[in-house]
T-cell receptor, first 116, second 110 residues
């Protein structure tokens, strides 16, 4: 089954304790991205990746790191989490359909992070 | 940067038709997405418009006017399960990663 998986789905942690949220896709998509979603602010891009070893900052990258060592995985790293990073996080992967030029984007199920 | 505007909230009656508007300002427009998102769940893809005009998919249709920086999502024969947030997202500058508006919360009542 084609899917994007994220782990963990729920996490409660304390300020300053490093954490990693994993994201994996089995569709061989080149493009992957991380978003955070907060009430009243919508989905905001954190980082994105156009291919292996190619990553770039989105709109709200401060406090986050990513890596893309393999095509299928795109982990999000919080080196020193703070309470303002409490949010719902979504990973997504994208593919451009060659025949139509259309773009398809699939989201993971989300990770609800609470930093106390 | 990009500026994407949608109404915050709309209400409609079961069985009716509702139109959710989205306006955007961007350079190098490539395409516009609509997503549906139920509370606590991931967004699911509804449509992707690149060219001007109306595209119909069952009860949902999406319209785009590139010259006006305007799109709408039309939902017909509304059902209670259509109560959700509807997200407009714009792809521009050659990026494959869209930028999202804040979403429109649609409440369908009996």
């Amino acid at each position: 089954e084609a899917q994007v998986t994220q782990n963990p789905r729920y996490l409660i942690t304390v300020t300053g304790k490093k954490l990693t949220v994993t994201c994996s896709q089995n569709m061989n998509h080149e493009y992957m991205s991380w978003y955070r979603q907060d009430p009243g602010l919508g989905l905001r891009q954190i980082y994105y990746s156009m291919n292996v070893e190619v990553t770039d900052k989105g709109d709200v990258p401060e406090g986050y790191k990513v890596s893309r060592k393999e095509k299928r995985n795109f982990p999000l790293i919080l080196e020193s989490p703070s309470p303002n990073q409490t949010s719902l996080y979504f990973c997504a992967s994208s593919l451009q359909v060659p025949r139509t030029g259309s773009l398809e984007q699939y989201f993971g199920p989300g990770t609800r992070l609470t930093v106390t | 940067g990009q500026n994407i505007d949608q109404p915050t909230e709309m209400t409609a009656t079961e069985g009716a038709i509702v139109q959710i508007n989205c306006t955007y300002q961007t350079s190098g427009f490539n395409g516009l997405f609509w997503y549906q998102q139920h509370a606590g769940e991931a967004p699911t893809f509804l449509s992707y418009n690149v060219l001007d005009g109306l595209e119909e998919k069952g009860r949902f249709s999406s319209f785009l006017s590139r010259s006006k920086g305007y799109s709408y999502l039309l939902l017909k024969e509304l059902q209670m399960k259509d109560s959700a947030s509807y997200l407009c997202a714009v792809r521009s500058g050659g990026s494959y990663i869209p930028t999202f508006g804040r979403g429109t919360s649609l409440i369908v009542h009996p």
